[in-house]
């Protein structure tokens, strides 16, 4: 993992379903997350010296009197070049074309759209430059896997005590026997 350079390549910022919450956690690993969850966190960060480092934003519901299009707008404002993300829950409140105007890049329904936010997201780590910010991690089973198979990419195992993941079998090498 990359030491952190005090900048953010994944902000989050309002309020998402648990079922969002758990997929972000379990599904995609951030190298360095900041989270703004209040109205207060939200103007101190956009107080902040630091600009346009972050890669990618992720917008949720609204925080406190500030609805969705208005902190779009100041992320636009602030992060001119960063792809902004809205998660919603239900298509009856959205307004895609309004969001779209004040700076939102990309809207999806959760759980609906799923599938297209987990492209959006396989799209934006392929890309050149992204550095790797985000991985996206696949369970599968250790059974699928025989010993002195040559693994086509890295096996990580989840330690949920720690909540952390491990690398345990490098990318080219091969699964011996006493690791299955």
Same mark, same amino acid.
């Given at each position: 993992?990359?030491?952190?350079?005090?900048?953010?390549?994944?902000?989050?910022?309002?309020?998402? @379903?648990?079922?969002?919450? @758990?997929?972000?956690?379990?599904?995609?690993?951030?190298?360095? $997350?900041?989270?703004?969850?209040?109205?207060?966190?939200?103007?101190?960060?956009?107080?902040?010296? $630091?600009?346009?480092?972050?890669?990618?934003?992720?917008?949720?519901?609204?925080?406190?009197?500030?609805?969705?299009?208005?902190?779009?707008?100041?992320?636009?404002?602030?992060?001119?070049?960063?792809?902004?993300?809205?998660?919603?829950?239900?298509?009856?409140?959205?307004?895609?074309?309004?969001?779209?105007?004040?700076?939102?890049?990309?809207?999806?329904?959760?759980?609906?759209?799923?599938?297209?936010?987990?492209?959006?997201?396989?799209?934006?780590?392929?890309?050149?430059? @992204?550095?790797?910010?985000?991985?996206?991690?696949?369970?599968?089973?250790?059974?699928? $896997?025989?010993?002195?198979?040559?693994?086509?990419?890295?096996?990580?195992?989840?330690?949920?005590?720690?909540?952390?993941?491990?690398?345990?079998?490098?990318?080219?090498?091969?699964?011996?026997?006493?690791?299955?």
């Amino acid at each position: 993992m990359r030491e952190s350079s005090g900048a953010f390549r994944l902000l989050t910022v309002g309020r998402f @379903s648990a079922d969002f919450t @758990s997929y972000l956690q379990g599904a995609i690993r951030p190298i360095e $997350v900041e989270s703004c969850q209040s109205e207060s966190e939200f103007f101190e960060l956009l107080e902040k010296e $630091v600009r346009d480092v972050s890669s990618t934003i992720i917008c949720g519901a609204f925080l406190g009197d500030l609805s969705v299009a208005e902190m779009a707008q100041a992320l636009r404002s602030t992060f001119p070049k960063s792809r902004i993300l809205h998660i919603g829950e239900s298509a009856s409140e959205l307004n895609v074309q309004n969001l779209k105007k004040n700076g939102i890049t990309e809207v999806y329904i959760w759980p609906a759209d799923r599938s297209f936010f987990e492209g959006e997201v396989d799209r934006i780590l392929s890309e050149p430059g @992204s550095g790797g910010g985000l991985s996206r991690l696949r369970p599968i089973h250790l059974g699928d $896997v025989g010993a002195g198979e040559v693994l086509p990419f890295d096996l990580s195992v989840y330690l949920p005590m720690n909540k952390k993941h491990i690398r345990f079998v490098k990318k080219g090498e091969a699964l011996r026997e006493n690791q299955r």
